[in-house]
Structures are given as C-alpha cells and as structure tokens.
C-alpha cells in the first residue's frame, strides 16, 4: 500500500484515539473549563490595556486610537518621588511579611501534627481556618475596635496598667507589626493546609524506623518530617518571593490613612489613587507594568537559586 495513503490513516487513528481521550475524561475537562474561561477572562483579556503604558489616553480616542508616547510614562513615573517611595515601602513590607510570617504556617502545621488526640485537632484547625473566610474589611473592622483610642480593649489593658492610650494605628512606627499580626492571624490556618497535605503523605513507616533507631520526636522531625515537606516549602518560598512587589493591597488599603502614608504607601495603593482619582491611567499602567516585571524576574531567579541548594529541584 502507498505511504500516502497510509498516512493519514494514521492521523485519523490519532485523532479519533484523542477524541475518544477527550469524551473520557470528559468531566474533568468541563471542570478544567470554568478555570481556563476565568483566566482568560480576567488575566489574559485584560493584557489589551497594557499598552496604555506607551500611550497618552484620551476617552475620545479609546484605547486603540490614542497616540503612543514611548517611554514617557515611565519616565514621569520614576521621577516622582512619591513612586520612589512606594517602592522602597513595597519591598519593606513584603520582605518583612517573609521574614515575619512566612515560617509560622510550617510551624503550626508541624506542631499540629504532632498532636495524637483527633478531636482537639479538628477543634484547633476548624477555628485556625475561620478568619480565612473574613474579608479584610472586617478584620480591619476588628482591628479598629481593639487599637482605638477611644474604647479600644488594647487601650483599655495600657489605662489599667497605669500608661497611657497609644492611636496604634496612626503611628508610622506600629503600622507594619499591625500588618504582620493580623496577616498571621488571618492567614496562618489556610496556608497551614498545603503542609499539612504534605505531612500527610509521608510515609508512616518512616517514623517507624527512626524511632527504632532511637531517635526522639524532634530528631524525627529534623531527619523525617523536614526532608518531607522541604521541596514544598520551597515552591511556597517561590510563589511568595514572586510577589514581593504586591504588599497586601486589600490589607493596607482598609487600614491606612494620611498619617502612616510615609510607610505603609505600596505601589498597588499608588496605581489606585493614579488610576481612580487622577485618571492618569498611563501611568497606572506604566506601574502595574513595571510590578509585573520585577515579579517575573523574582521567580526566575528565585527558582535558579532554589535548585542550586535544592538538589535540582524547583518551581519548573
């Protein structure tokens, strides 16, 4: 028989085993839908407007029809130096959120671990996930009632003591451990869960044999449980290092004010105000662009350097 006839014999075998892939899996694939339209949607379609940072936008033109000016929003960007500074406060606050919170989830979770009795782990994990599910419009709620001056419970325990009652957050030196504290107090049962999951698949008997060998709970945490869930920790060291250029934006905005501006302003509040309440939309996108960018860069070099200490292993 002719190859050229037995060619695309062979491709309609291909396509019809795909096809018939397709239709059996079918249900995970309507499932994997709803995912694909949402990134589609709401990260890919609107990469359109990024080219409103090399142009000077004008509501008669649109988009499309506005003139290109290069470089220049960039330019008048990096001369501001009020941008200046919601770089240096961006960086400042999410190296101290790495610093500060990121270890504490790996903790909890080993620590939960380590507890035998079923009931009172579900007890500790159900009330560590709740304040997950408030948005940061309550917590900010929340925090205003505990730090207010007026009737503030924190205040309250100074006036009890004999001190005297401290506007927390209006202070620019107590602004920043106020965002640590209620991250972690927010945060740390669901970022718990990932390790959690990793803890669990590892193997059983591994513990078995160390404890043979003699080696007590903390040893079998040094030796076993560590090497176990070392490369996730990794790939979430990755994700957030990524995001060193996005502080919290839900965060900050419901809890700052003009007093604590000189360090809690980030990038993320700045593009706001440029974009909502100047209508500067160039340069709000000029540094919603630049953010992006130095994201990128941060994974990149942060995954060479995790596989560098990591036998190899990394985010890709």
Not at 73 to 94: K, M
Not at 220 to 229: A, D, L, N, R
Not at 245 to 254: E, L, T, W
Request: hydrophobic share 50%; proline share 3%.
């Amino acid at each position: 028989m002719d190859l050229r006839t037995k060619a695309p014999a062979a491709i309609q075998i291909k396509r019809k085993s795909l096809a018939k892939r397709i239709y059996e899996f079918r249900y995970l694939y309507l499932l994997l839908s709803f995912t694909l339209i949402y990134f589609i949607i709401f990260k890919y379609a609107p990469m359109y407007g990024v080219q409103l940072a090399f142009k000077k936008f004008t509501y008669r033109r649109g988009i499309t029809g506005s003139e290109w000016i290069g470089w220049k929003n960039f330019q008048d960007l990096f001369r501001s130096q009020q941008f200046t500074r919601t770089i240096g406060n961006t960086v400042a606050i999410s190296l101290g959120r790495l610093f500060f919170t990121f270890f504490i989830p790996i903790i909890f979770a080993v620590l939960l671990n380590e507890i035998r009795c079923s009931a009172f782990k579900r007890v500790v994990q159900t009330f560590m996930y709740l304040p997950h599910f408030l948005s940061w419009v309550i917590i900010s709620g929340i925090a205003y009632s505990l730090l207010s001056v007026n009737g503030g419970f924190i205040n309250k325990l100074l006036l009890a003591a004999g001190g005297q009652p401290v506007n927390f957050l209006l202070e620019p030196e107590c602004f920043r451990p106020i965002l640590y504290i209620s991250s972690v107090w927010k945060e740390v049962g669901w970022e718990s869960i990932i390790y959690l999951a990793a803890l669990a698949g590892i193997n059983p008997e591994l513990y078995e044999a160390a404890t043979v060998d003699g080696a007590n709970r903390f040893k079998q945490m040094i030796h076993v449980t560590w090497p176990g869930i070392r490369s996730t920790v990794v790939i979430m060291l990755i994700l957030t290092v990524s995001r060193v250029m996005s502080a919290g934006f839900d965060q900050i905005y419901n809890l700052y004010s003009s007093p604590v501006f000189s360090v809690a302003d980030i990038i993320d509040t700045y593009t706001y105000r440029e974009l909502f309440l100047k209508s500067k939309f160039g340069q709000a996108t000029a540094a919603g662009l630049f953010q992006a960018a130095i994201n990128i860069v941060m994974v990149v070099v942060t995954n060479q350097i995790a596989k560098m200490i990591n036998d190899g292993e990394g985010l890709y």
